[in-house]
């Protein structure tokens, strides 16, 4: 079934191609855009999707070339093709898109799924749902969705605030596509919290779409996907992307298990067993699952759990790319990747050729840390037969699985395995999409049961090595003895020369061992350590002695004095008991948490991971081994995106929470003009306080939008004197009387570059943190204010002049831990007094859009300081003094239709502009509003606010008018979108809350311009 305005997905193409493009082939654009779990970045640079992998090939096949363009939003896309501004993309088929493009072949189903809360009756469906608030993506069906009338329709422009509203009961579901909303719900963690109602509420295809100037290729192009999909690679590509139907959660989930020993094994009567099956046995017990096994291919196992094929596999290897599209549980186990060699087999001088397991997870881990391609093998019989021909000098390979196989075809004798695994890969249970509840309730008695007695009874038994010599071998080898002796002492002599030559053979090939783990431990970038008795380090590799500052050699040694380790949350050092290096020669391990490292107090702390074990003295004379992995750059980034989003959505919620409220101000803005045009003199200034405040809370939602990015800044000159002056009126009111203020009086020739009301709101940021500060503290002390001019460049930049603004305090100081964290939104050490932790939020927020910089220095003890860095202004254009609002002028008995879907507001305005003579009728969304234009009589303009429900905005109304009613004249107004950004010329826009004197002078302009 045709789907109508179905919302852009999988967009997510590469941002680049061949590096060379044949000049004779065609070249067409297409359009991408970077959706979590769906679009996403590789290691390369490249973008990983479906829609790439397809294009590549049908474009490859149809004999063109492609030039990739980014856009922000899907929205984006979606207008950019509707323009034709792109030539091929992936979309859902619209009328929208016709005039400028083809609607070529299906490549994929698509379905349109209704998201409920958890919590919601199961018997809400798309069928039986009768009421509430449903949102819905702007630009998608839901105009044309057969819903009742108590329904109300709430169009978002952003998919995660959608979700949120639902989370926050603000909605009571939410439609949209499934394959665009289960990886956004699973990235983000609200998979648990969220579900899809079944059956979809409307299915349609996803097919490729040409610009009509290049139509000449259409017949290209649907060939290209007709051979992809008769030869099985659409097939193909849409498994491996998972683009296959949603499925509710079943009360028996099915879980596919391949023969891979020790972890799944499949018994001679078709039972699963292993420690993996067993492990997840147990877990579905503690957490009420009921389970079916069945056993697949290898070839459908390493596909993965999808729909209607399983739902889960018992254990694997937690591979990053996987963890994109399905839900993995918290891990389970760890696989050690051991290295093993041919008996006697020497490596050559570049280190031989090594072999890993091609389905590895690991795999280009290793291939980094050795700094060389490595030789792929399909199982531990072809890599067994390899090392045995001479194919391979090593292979890295999961050390019990091969160890178990080397049993079966008894060949331990001739292939040798290393001690001390350098790599290994986590292994969890892995799961389908749509199953984010059920990762969460294995979550949950996961680490309870890791640390039980009936886990380490599974690891015993399943996954230590059997011990050679068992009861039976002992008294085979007793008779033996007894008829050796028998036999008398001639072979005493031969037994000799035999154990001599043996000798001998073991020399070599403990040499050669010793040589091939020399060269591992030599190349990888891994910092390894040995620990001796007494814990001392005895062995380092070169990795090691790079991260602790040692000199080669002189080892044995002590651990460095200045070597610490860190809590990776509060950078304080680690008591003796949490820290890995002391734990690990004490008989503890550990397995890849992340710490701080510092080799000194000089140096800067590093990210790390830390794996250790206990080795055997005995046979090593090492008693514990710690691999250390620098892991700062991957954790700064992840970090880095982490408060990234969270501005995001703390910016995307103010901006909201700003929409409503202006709404509010408008409506008593608009009551008390009215009341005082007949008040009398005293009354009159009464509404005229009322009015000043209407004012202050328009500047407050105007900083909130300026934060949330969805309105434009004022920046200007603004004077330092002019703002400290009032700053210091602000100030003493709040400061306290145990608190002395010192603001200085700065030369009256000082300005700054930026916004004046955020500023001001930023400085008295700064001292109501100081206040609480000092007075959380003690009962008095001081804050002061600084000013210092110089000149600032970046990364070779010319200098530019900059005016540092300093707020200092004699408070208790912070720790590094909390100086750190201190911008971070919702992070606040206030709790107990309400402090919500935005403050300094927002104020950063400030000044990175006033393109400046915030710094904040703070010690135990010491006090904080906080430096603003503004560029600074000449002051040439001082700010103009704003005039008193005239009086409304009256109107002419124009016919008005007043479009706007609050009520309240509706009232107000329509109260105001009978009141200046103007004849209104009112309608509540811009369909109603379409509706009385052609069946009502004239109006002369359309009064209309711009975000409505309904299916169109007021700026889809105005186009309307212009193209159906084009001597209708329009007005907008907001209290959400960016004015700037309405692409209507001679449309007013007006910012909510306004005076109805610039109402009135807005509808007389209007009016009075020829044909609206």
């Given at each position: 079934m045709r789907v109508f305005c179905l919302f852009v997905m999988l967009l997510c193409l590469s941002p680049g191609f061949a590096s060379a493009q044949d000049a004779t082939r065609p070249v067409l654009t297409v359009p991408w855009t970077a959706t979590p779990g769906l679009s996403f970045l590789s290691e390369s640079g490249e973008v990983s999707s479906f829609s790439a992998d397809l294009l590549r090939l049908v474009a490859q096949d149809a004999g063109f070339d492609l030039r990739f363009v980014r856009y922000d939003t899907p929205a984006a896309v979606l207008g950019a093709v509707a323009q034709g501004d792109t030539d091929l993309s992936l979309l859902a088929a619209m009328p929208m898109l016709e005039t400028q493009n083809l609607t070529l072949s299906a490549v994929s189903d698509v379905e349109l799924m209704l998201y409920l809360r958890r919590d919601a009756p199961v018997d809400i469906t798309i069928d039986t749902i009768s009421q509430g608030r449903i949102g819905v993506l702007r630009g998608t069906i839901s105009n044309r969705l057969a819903l009742p009338?108590?329904?109300?329709?709430?169009?978002?422009?952003?998919?995660?605030?959608?979700?949120?509203?639902?989370?926050?009961?603000?909605?009571?579901?939410?439609?949209?596509?499934?394959?665009?909303?289960?990886?956004?719900?699973?990235?983000?963690?609200?998979?648990?919290?969220?579900?899809?109602?079944?059956?979809?509420?409307?299915?349609?295809?996803?097919?490729?779409?040409?610009?009509?100037?290049?139509?000449?290729?259409?017949?290209?192009?649907?060939?290209?996907?007709?051979?992809?999909?008769?030869?099985?690679?659409?097939?193909?590509?849409?498994?491996?992307?998972?683009?296959?139907?949603?499925?509710?959660?079943?009360?028996?989930?099915?879980?596919?298990?391949?023969?891979?020993?020790?972890?799944?094994?499949?018994?001679?009567?078709?039972?699963?067993?292993?420690?993996?099956?067993?492990?997840?046995?147990?877990?579905?017990?503690?957490?009420?699952?009921?389970?079916?096994?069945?056993?697949?291919?290898?070839?459908?196992?390493?596909?993965?759990?999808?729909?209607?094929?399983?739902?889960?596999?018992?254990?694997?290897?937690?591979?990053?790319?996987?963890?994109?599209f399905l839900h993995f549980s918290l891990p389970v186990q760890t696989i050690e990747y051991a290295t093993f060699v041919p008996a006697g087999g020497l490596l050559g001088a570049s280190g031989g050729r090594i072999g890993v397991l091609s389905s590895s997870p690991i795999r280009a881990e290793i291939e980094a840390a050795l700094n060389r391609p490595l030789v792929p093998v399909s199982s531990a019989a072809a890599g067994a037969e390899a090392l045995l021909d001479g194919t391979l000098d090593a292979?890295?390979?999961?050390?019990?699985?091969?160890?178990?196989?080397?049993?079966?075809?008894?060949?331990?004798?001739?292939?040798?395995?290393?001690?001390?695994?350098?790599?290994?890969?986590?292994?969890?249970?892995?799961?389908?999409?749509?199953?984010?509840?059920?990762?969460?309730?294995?979550?949950?008695?996961?680490?309870?049961?890791?640390?039980?007695?009936?886990?380490?009874?599974?690891?015993?038994?399943?996954?230590?090595?059997?011990?050679?010599?068992?009861?039976?071998?002992?008294?085979?080898?007793?008779?033996?003895?007894?008829?050796?002796?028998?036999?008398?002492?001639?072979?005493?002599?031969?037994?000799?020369?035999r154990a001599a030559r043996r000798a001998?053979?073991?020399?070599?090939?403990?040499?050669?061992?010793?040589?091939?783990?020399?060269?591992?431990?030599?190349?990888?970038?891994?910092?390894?350590?040995?620990?001796g008795k007494g814990g001392h380090i005895a062995v380092t590799n070169p990795g090691a002695r790079a991260l602790l500052h040692l000199p080669d050699g002189a080892e044995p040694r002590p651990w460095p004095a200045d070597a610490q380790f860190l809590d990776p949350?509060?950078?304080?050092?680690?008591?003796?008991?949490?820290?890995?290096?002391?734990?690990?020669?004490?008989?503890?391990?550990?397995?890849?948490?992340?710490?701080?490292?510092?080799?000194?107090?000089?140096?800067?702390?590093?990210?790390?991971?830390?794996?250790?074990?206990?080795?055997?003295?005995?046979r090593t004379g090492l008693t514990a081994l710690m691999i250390v992995e620098d892991d700062n750059d991957n954790e700064l980034n992840r970090r880095k995106l982490d408060r990234s989003q969270r501005l995001s959505s703390l910016g995307l919620m103010a901006g909201g929470i700003a929409h409503d409220f202006n709404n509010i101000l408008a409506a008593i803005q608009y009551r008390a003009e009215l009341a005082r045009m007949t008040a009398s003199d005293a009354l009159a200034e009464t509404f005229t306080g009322i009015l000043d405040s209407v004012e202050r809370g328009s500047d407050l939602t105007r900083r909130l939008l300026g934060f949330s990015r969805q309105s434009p800044q004022a920046p200007g000159a603004i004077n330092l004197a002019s703002c400290f002056s009032a700053l210091r009126e602000l100030s003493r009111p709040v400061a306290g009387a145990g608190v002395t203020l010192d603001i200085?009086?700065?030369?009256?020739?000082?300005?700054?570059?930026?916004?004046?009301?955020?500023?001001?709101?930023?400085?008295?940021?700064?001292?109501?943190?100081?206040?609480?500060?000092?007075?959380?503290?003690?009962?008095?002390?001081?804050?002061?204010?600084?000013?210092?001019?110089?000149?600032?460049?970046?990364?070779?930049?010319?200098?530019?002049?900059?005016?540092?603004?300093?707020?200092?305090?004699?408070?208790?100081?912070?720790?590094?831990s909390v100086r750190r964290r201190a911008a971070d939104p919702f992070f606040s050490t206030k709790r107990d007094i309400g402090g919500t932790g935005l403050g300094l939020a927002m104020v950063e927020s400030f000044v990175q859009r006033a393109d400046g910089h915030l710094a904040i220095y703070s010690e135990p003890g010491h006090?904080?300081?906080?430096?603003?860095?503004?560029?600074?202004?000449?002051?040439?254009?001082?700010?103009?003094?704003?005039?008193?609002?005239?009086?409304?002028?009256?109107?002419?008995?124009?016919?008005?239709?007043?479009?706007?879907?609050?009520?309240?507001?509706?009232?107000?305005?329509?109260?105001?502009?009978?009141?200046?003579?103007?004849?209104?009728?009112?309608?509540?969304?811009?369909?109603?509003?379409?509706?009385?234009?052609?069946?009502?009589?004239?109006?002369?303009?359309?009064?209309?606010?711009?975000?409505?429900?309904?299916?169109?905005?007021?700026?889809?109304?105005?186009?309307?008018?212009?193209?159906?009613?084009?001597?209708?004249?329009?007005?907008?107004?907001?209290?959400?979108?960016?004015?700037?950004?309405?692409?209507?010329?001679?449309?007013?826009?007006?910012?909510?809350?306004?005076?109805?004197?610039?109402?009135?002078?807005?509808?007389?302009?209007?009016?009075?311009?020829?044909?609206?």
């Open positions: 009338e108590a329904v109300e329709i709430v169009h978002f422009d952003d998919e995660a605030i959608a979700f949120t509203s639902l989370l926050t009961k603000e909605l009571d579901g939410v439609i949209i596509l499934h394959s665009f909303a289960e990886p956004l719900l699973r990235t983000t963690g609200l998979d648990n919290l969220v579900r899809a109602s079944f059956p979809a509420v409307r299915t349609g295809e996803l097919h490729a779409i040409l610009n009509k100037r290049h139509a000449a290729l259409a017949p290209r192009i649907d060939a290209a996907i007709a051979r992809l999909r008769d030869s099985g690679a659409l097939d193909a590509l849409r498994l491996r992307w998972f683009l296959v139907p949603a499925a509710p959660m079943l009360d028996v989930l099915t879980v596919g298990v391949s023969p891979f020993p020790p972890y799944q094994i499949i018994g001679p009567d078709g039972r699963a067993s292993g420690f993996a099956v067993e492990l997840l046995r147990a877990l579905a017990e503690r957490a009420d699952l009921s389970l079916r096994f069945t056993e697949v291919s290898r070839d459908s196992w390493a596909r993965g759990p999808r729909a209607g094929v399983f739902d889960m596999v018992p254990a694997r290897s937690i591979n990053p790319v996987e963890a994109k292979l890295m390979f999961p050390r019990l699985s091969f160890g178990q196989y080397l049993q079966e075809i008894a060949a331990q004798e001739r292939i040798t395995r290393l001690d001390s695994p350098l790599f290994s890969a986590e292994l969890a249970v892995a799961l389908r999409p749509d199953l984010g509840e059920i990762r969460r309730r294995l979550d949950v008695v996961i680490p309870g049961f890791l640390g039980s007695a009936q886990y380490r009874a599974l690891a015993r038994d399943w996954l230590e090595p059997t011990p050679f010599w068992t009861q039976d071998r002992v008294r085979l080898l007793l008779l033996l003895a007894g008829a050796a002796i028998a036999a008398g002492g001639a072979l005493f002599v031969a037994q000799i020369l001998e053979r073991l020399r070599r090939e403990t040499a050669a061992a010793r040589d091939r783990l020399s060269a591992i431990l030599e190349g990888t970038r891994h910092a390894i350590i040995g620990f949350i509060t950078g304080t050092e680690l008591p003796p008991d949490s820290n890995p290096a002391h734990r690990v020669v004490n008989g503890a391990a550990t397995d890849g948490p992340l710490y701080l490292f510092r080799a000194s107090t000089a140096d800067p702390p590093r990210y790390v991971r830390v794996t250790s074990d206990q080795l055997s003295a005995r200085p009086d700065p030369d009256p020739d000082l300005f700054v570059w930026c916004d004046g009301g955020e500023l001001e709101n930023a400085l008295l940021n700064l001292v109501i943190n100081a206040r609480d500060a000092i007075l959380g503290a003690s009962e008095k002390g001081r804050i002061s204010l600084h000013l210092r001019c110089y000149d600032w460049s970046d990364d070779g930049a010319p200098p530019r002049a900059m005016i540092e603004i300093a707020v200092s305090d004699t408070g208790p100081g912070m720790p590094e006090g904080t300081t906080v430096r603003l860095r503004l560029p600074r202004a000449t002051g040439d254009a001082p700010r103009a003094i704003a005039p008193a609002d005239p009086a409304p002028e009256p109107g002419n008995g124009a016919h008005i239709l007043l479009v706007d879907d609050q009520e309240d507001l509706r009232r107000c305005i329509s109260g105001s502009l009978t009141q200046l003579g103007y004849t209104l009728e009112a309608a509540p969304t811009a369909v109603a509003a379409i509706t009385m234009l052609e069946t009502a009589t004239h109006f002369d303009l359309v009064l209309s606010d711009i975000v409505m429900p309904g299916g169109l905005s007021g700026i889809d109304l105005a186009h309307h008018l212009r193209t159906h009613h084009p001597g209708t004249a329009i007005v907008l107004m907001t209290g959400f979108a960016n004015v700037e950004t309405v692409d209507l010329d001679g449309v007013q826009v007006l910012q909510k809350p306004f005076p109805l004197s610039h109402l009135a002078q807005a509808i007389r302009d209007a009016l009075d311009t020829p044909s609206g």
